[in-house]
């Protein structure tokens, strides 16, 4: 008995080490049977995309590319269009929020009708 062989394999007959080097055989030819289907890029038992380091390597490459960062209009469009929003609405409320002061200085408005006077109370 070698120092090698693992406990499983000490009770082992002649026949049952026969079979699991059959299994073993067979497992090997059909795992390589598998990847020469698996990479095979013509070969579409499965409809779909292949895997193939060359497409990837070549996808990777137009991803990171500069044709795909460059600008455009549409990129200042969201930016411009929050800009634009914000200023109108900056301006109006800024604009009554002038008028409201003024009508409170000229006495147009009572102090009980002011909002921020019923806060405080």
Known sequence: MSAKSIPSEWDLTSDEIKLI???AQLRATTKAEF???YRNPFYQSVPGHF???QN???????????RYLYSSPRILLAPALFLLVGGFLQYFTQKKR???????????????????FNSYL
């Open 51 to 53: 895997v193939d380091p």
């Open 56 to 66: 990837i390597r070549l996808y990777a490459y137009q991803q990171n590319s500069y």
């Open 21 to 23: 080097q059959k299994r």
């Open 35 to 37: 990847l020469k289907r």
């Open 98 to 116: 002038i008028q409201y002061n003024n009508d409170c200085n000229a006495g147009k408005i009572p102090y009980a009708n002011r909002p921020d």
